[in-house]
């Protein structure tokens, strides 16, 4: 933009200054600010008696519905995606990028400058103990600048213009470029966020184990193609010892193209499976009993090899080498004993899963007894030892499903921020000017030097550069 | 030994350096002042080998390996980390500006708190992670965050001595500003206080504790009475505060500290606050997020806050950079900034939650 148009006033530089004005940003921030504490009071996406509810505890009951219109017609009651959030948001990157525009040439200028001599004015204020004399030629003592300058860390030249010598050292000079990099990564970010939205689709799913599914359910209620078949072949869930708290919970997932196996993968919580884009992962679980479900055991009859059997519930199998035959005819998932010693079920999840089976022989009911998944001592019957290791088809994994081609550029501006804030935080430009003036057989080295942060570290640094001049001096 | 005997050793340091750093102040001698610097050093070593103990304790507990196992879980572990970031922070201004000014204000917020925590029960009870939780990302994205938070908690309190040692008239805002800041947040702290003293509850998860304990002692009383109360002594402690504020004024200044440095170290807090906070914070809380729930962003209360503290030390930095604000308007920006990040680490989960059924992190 050239500054000499800006007399003309034009439309495109009135509406180029609108953007590029500080007042703009106070508004934008304000204005993000403020609406978002309303989306974090009024539950989003949410049934309306909830919020209801809410309004009525803050406006009584009575004008609580009013209200709720009236926010719900505003769009509060999903802001996050409303169309005036979305435009303070664009109204915030617009602002960010014509305020760094405005700027950066200024900066750009002072980044691609070579640190010149400094004139005299500037070692005029010379903080006591930042001259020193050394006896030496202008020469020797200009070498030493730079060799003292080396021990703390920077590279000194000695340039030598109308008669006067001095010693240049300058250091991150590109780090004034930090600001624009984090402003960038912002732009970035947001870049990401509307690919995501535009082209993304998020939803979930529910498998049941050994079913599947080529479909997801998207969170706006409508189904959507996964574009290949996910069969969920396991669900496995750990608890905390005494515990209803789970430790971990696991699903093996298949992914099923054109008829064909292709993956077979283990996924868990911060554990997702990516495939074509789509991203599954695991966010819930449930129990759910039907007569489809598999009671799975593996049979050690004492004179015969060790078997896997499985059955559907108040099916039976017959013990190898006996003539003894075991029938499911009970399940808990979660057996308990209350203090009296009776039996009852705790939990809706498989928490304590136990089998109740009643073993005959000839036809007779021989003994009935409970048989838990997680206690051996329990597995020991008449017939042998019976180890009941699952009950298959009867719990479902809840997946998150995602396709998100946005991501990337979220995650690439991430990347990008962290090292704009290091470089703009955490690195300063740094300047150091050494005076060589020859004095009869001596010559006085002054030192004067800028700094655009961290001034404190930066002052013990030019202590130390005068303590090695000052070393020089013998 | 375990890690409580470690964190006893720690406390009881901090409170003997508050005497001696109180004593320096008096006497102004330099022995004193090497002696009070010792023992907080002696106290922060303890709590450091107390951390790692706990750490290792937790690991072994878990079984879930040592990345995964931060003892940073629930309010009393947060609290005794606290402590210590604040310690760490205080021992490093110490010993960049070489003041010991500073010192008879941090060890008695620091005793006082590890000495709270075992009244109201450490029972160094540690509970086991749910599964969102087992993250590598854990490590990174708390202990981050509260480096951050330490740093904004400093640079809260010297923005307000900034205020005090700078506002003389009563009628100003900047003096009402400050004053009755330090009123509710000492109101809060007492409240907090009784909360630990009478309920027991330093053990807890930090979001039950938050969602059900926090000031039920007090402004949460089941007894409306009681809650009234509450809500009268904490505009008595305002008045208090905005009455007797010069006396306040005389007493930060007596400590010879100059505006200039503590606006100086105010600006410098938070410049190492928000990136640690934008990274550790917002950057590794949105990807660990996206692992876990499969959304990076997902305007949840706490994520909105968090963007919110975000935007006010953003503005504080442009303001002071780009247009050169100082002074009293930069420091009411500091003590804004850290009340909207008492608020996110609070009021969400107490007010918003409370009303919404939020879980989560």
Redesign the interface.
């Given at each position: 933009m050239d500054k000499t148009d800006t007399g003309k006033n034009s439309i495109i530089d009135r509406i180029w200054s609108f953007f590029a004005s500080v007042k703009l940003a106070v508004i934008v921030f304000s204005c993000i600010s403020l609406t978002s504490i309303v989306g974090t009071i009024i539950e989003q996406q949410a049934a309306s008696e909830n919020n209801i509810k809410l309004l009525a505890k803050i406006f009584g009951i009575s004008s609580a519905h009013t209200v709720y219109g009236v926010l719900d017609y505003l769009g509060f009651t999903d802001m996050f995606n409303s169309w005036w959030f979305i435009a303070l948001l664009f109204l915030f990157a617009m602002n960010l990028v014509i305020c760094s525009i405005e700027r950066l040439p200024v900066t750009w200028k002072l980044v691609r400058q070579p640190q010149k001599p400094l004139g005299a004015e500037g070692f005029g204020a010379g903080s006591p103990g930042r001259e020193v004399v050394i006896k030496a030629n202008a020469e020797n003592a200009g070498n030493k600048a730079v060799e003292a300058l080396k021990k703390i860390g920077f590279k000194g030249e000695v340039v030598k213009s109308e008669g006067l010598v001095q010693v240049l050292a300058e250091k991150g000079r590109y780090s004034r470029l930090g600001v624009y990099v984090t402003h960038l990564s912002i732009l970035l970010i947001l870049i990401g966020a509307v690919i995501g939205l535009k082209y993304g689709v998020g939803g979930s799913l529910k498998l049941l184990e050994g079913t599947s599914s080529s479909t997801a359910r998207a969170n706006n209620g409508k189904d959507f193609p996964l574009g290949f078949e996910l069969r969920c072949d396991d669900f496995e869930v750990s608890f905390y010892p005494e515990s209803e708290r789970p430790k971990d919970y696991k699903s093996i997932l298949t992914v099923i193209e054109n008829g064909r196996e292709v993956l077979t993968q283990e996924i868990g919580v911060n554990n997702p499976l990516t495939y074509k884009g789509v991203t599954f992962y695991q966010s819930t679980y449930g129990f759910f009993p039907n007569r489809e479900a598999l009671f799975k055991f593996s049979v050690m009859p004492m004179n015969s090899p060790r078997e896997d059997v499985s059955l559907k519930f108040e099916g039976s199998f017959k013990v190898p080498g006996t003539n003894m035959s075991v029938k499911v005819a009970d399940f808990s998932p979660a057996l308990a004993v209350n203090s009296k010693g009776d039996l009852f079920t705790f939990a809706e999840s498989m928490i304590n899963p136990a089998v109740f089976v009643e073993i005959s022989e000839g036809g007779k009911v021989k003994s009935r007894q409970w048989i838990l998944k997680n206690y051996s001592d329990t597995w020991r019957t008449p017939a042998g030892v019976i180890e009941f290791k699952d009950l298959w088809g009867a719990q479902y994994t809840g997946l998150q499903v995602r396709k998100d081609p946005g991501v990337w550029i979220v995650y690439l501006g991430c990347l990008v921020m962290a090292i704009g804030l290091y470089i703009a935080f955490f690195m300063s430009h740094a300047r150091i000017w050494i005076r060589v003036k020859e004095e009869k057989d001596k010559t006085r080295l002054t030192i004067a030097a800028s700094i655009n942060k961290n001034r404190i570290a930066f002052d013990h640094r030019l202590d130390r550069l005068a303590a090695e001049l000052e070393k020089t001096k013998s | 030994m375990d890690s409580s005997v470690f964190f006893g050793v720690a406390t009881i340091a901090y409170i003997l350096a508050m005497v001696a750093y109180i004593a320096y102040l008096a006497f102004r001698g330099g022995m004193v002042g090497v002696a009070a610097t010792t023992v907080t050093i002696i106290g922060f070593v303890s709590q450091t080998i107390g951390f790692g103990l706990r750490w290792k304790e937790f690991s072994a507990i878990g079984g879930m390996g040592l990345l995964r196992s931060v003892p940073l879980t629930n309010l009393y572990e947060s609290l005794v980390f606290f402590v210590w970031c604040i310690i760490l922070g205080y021992l490093i201004i110490e010993w960049?500006?070489k003041t010991r000014s500073f010192g008879a204000f941090v060890t008695p917020i620091a005793g006082i708190t590890l000495a709270f925590i075992s009244i109201g029960g450490v029972s160094a009870e540690i509970q086991?992670l749910?599964?969102?939780l087992?993250?590598n990302?854990l490590l990174a994205h708390v202990t981050m965050s509260f480096i951050a938070y330490a740093a904004f908690a400093i640079s809260f309190a010297t923005a307000l001595m900034y205020l005090a040692v700078n506002t003389e008239d009563r009628r100003s805002f900047p003096y009402i500003f400050w004053t009755a800041t330090i009123g509710l947040f000492a109101g809060a702290l007492v409240a907090m206080s009784i909360d630990f003293i009478t309920l027991k509850i330093a053990a807890r998860s930090s979001q039950a504790f938050i969602q059900n304990y926090l000031f039920k002692a007090t402004f949460r009383s089941e007894y409306a009475a009681v809650t009234a109360a509450s809500f009268a002594s904490l505009g008595g402690f305002v008045f208090l505060a905005w009455r007797y504020g010069d006396a306040l004024r005389k007493l930060i200044l007596s400590f010879s500290v100059t505006p200039d440095m503590l606006e100086d170290i105010t600006y410098r807090l938070i410049?190492?606050g928000?990136?640690i906070f934008?990274?550790g914070g917002l950057?590794f809380g949105?990807?660990?997020a996206?692992?876990?729930?499969?959304?990076?962003?997902s305007?949840d209360?706490k994520e909105?806050?968090s963007?919110?503290i975000w935007?006010?030390y953003?503005?504080y930095l442009?303001a002071r950079q780009?247009?050169g604000w100082r002074g009293n308007k930069i420091a009411v920006l500091a003590v804004i900034g850290f009340a909207v990040t008492m608020f996110t680490y609070l009021g969400?989960n107490l007010l918003?939650s409370g009303?919404?059924s939020y879980g989560g992190a």
């Open positions: - | 960049i500006y086991p749910v599964p969102a087992q993250s990302w410049a190492i928000f990136p934008t990274i950057i949105a990807v660990w996206d692992q876990a729930w499969g959304k990076y962003w305007w209360p909105t806050w963007l919110i935007f006010v953003a503005f442009h780009m247009r969400v918003l009303l919404h």
